[in-house]
């Protein structure tokens, strides 16, 4: 019997795979992106800011292999449903393709504010929408162009991206100002990690598979504040590799998760975090009730 090809040019491969990242435009989502389209794949970024979407675009073209292109798409509009504006992007995406190997939900959102003061709209119905019921109607709105052509040894693949916060419970961090705690954040991650499990149980027979990267500190809009105001340094003291995540440790990770490599992987929740939720964290003072 001859031995299967197990060469990574194989097992990696992800040219001409068909990608739509949302949030593709900064941060995480255009690492994940350039990733992508560097390795041949046809990527398409959405996000709600058409001038940063065309920069991102620009940018990642420069060395890519495979073709680049955005759609403008407000998938959690605040003060209307979530499902309108995923409904929109969907409807978009279809006009342009009749198949997608792999959807990346990766757009999310937070809201910092002191513990007796947070407003329930932005502050928690807003975070809830992006960052929970968008992974839903976006991955149920697309499993007919995911499930299409697919098999077992070749699913379609969805990779939410979710946050180490969904693990680790802390009240105050670096990422707000000193007295503020983002106390939505923390449980739409967790539930967007048992969405990925529950939508793993229900599109396995469809032959998509779903898992979840959970991020700890990386450059993006979500650590913007903190990166800024406190300094890398304030993010580094808890890395025992002395640095915080890159687009290689990113883009590696969702290509793997998209790749013939992992086609037997679903369910998983993956930190990527440089084991830095091995460190201590910081402890919030004693709240006066």
């Given amino acids: 019997m001859s031995q299967p090809d197990l060469t990574s040019s194989n097992l990696f491969n992800v040219k001409g795979k068909i990608v739509l990242v949302t949030g593709g435009g900064s941060g995480i989502g255009k690492m994940i992106a ?26 990642i073209s420069e060395s890519a ?78 499993t007919n162009l995911l499930s299409k052509d697919s098999t077992s040894h070749d699913p379609g693949r969805v990779i939410n991206i979710t946050s180490t916060a969904s693990v680790q419970a802390s009240a105050e961090s670096e990422v707000s100002a000193q007295g503020n705690g ?18 793993a149980v229900k ?22 504040f903190g990166l800024r105001t406190y300094g890398e340094e304030a993010f580094v003291k808890y890395q025992p590799n002395g640095r915080i995540g890159n687009s290689h440790d990113m883009a590696g990770l969702a290509l793997f998760l998209a790749s013939p490599a992992s086609a037997h992987i679903t369910g998983s929740h993956i930190i990527l975090d ?14 006066k009730l």
């Fill in 34 to 59: 350039a990733g992508f389209a560097q390795n041949g794949a046809k990527v398409y970024i959405a996000s709600r800011k058409e001038s940063q979407l065309k920069d991102a675009v620009a940018e």
């Fill in 65 to 142: 292999t495979g073709k680049v292109d955005y759609i403008v798409a407000d998938i959690a509009v605040l003060n209307l449903k979530s499902k309108a504006g995923c409904d929109a992007l969907i409807s978009e995406f279809k006009k342009r393709e009749s198949k997608l190997h792999v959807l990346v939900n990766n757009s999310g959102t937070s809201w910092g504010s002191p513990f007796d003061d947070v407003q329930e709209e932005r502050g928690w119905d807003y975070v809830f929408h992006l960052n929970v019921k968008s992974i839903f109607y976006m991955t149920a709105g697309l």
């Fill in 182 to 199: 983002v106390w939505s954040y923390s449980p739409s991650k967790a539930a967007a990690n048992h969405l990925t499990s529950a939508l």
């Fill in 203 to 224: 599109l396995g027979p469809s032959q998509i598979t779903v898992n979840a990267i959970l991020p700890g500190t990386f450059a993006s809009k979500m650590t913007a």
């Fill in 274 to 287: 440089g084991g830095a939720r091995f460190r201590a964290q910081k402890i919030a003072p004693a709240t």
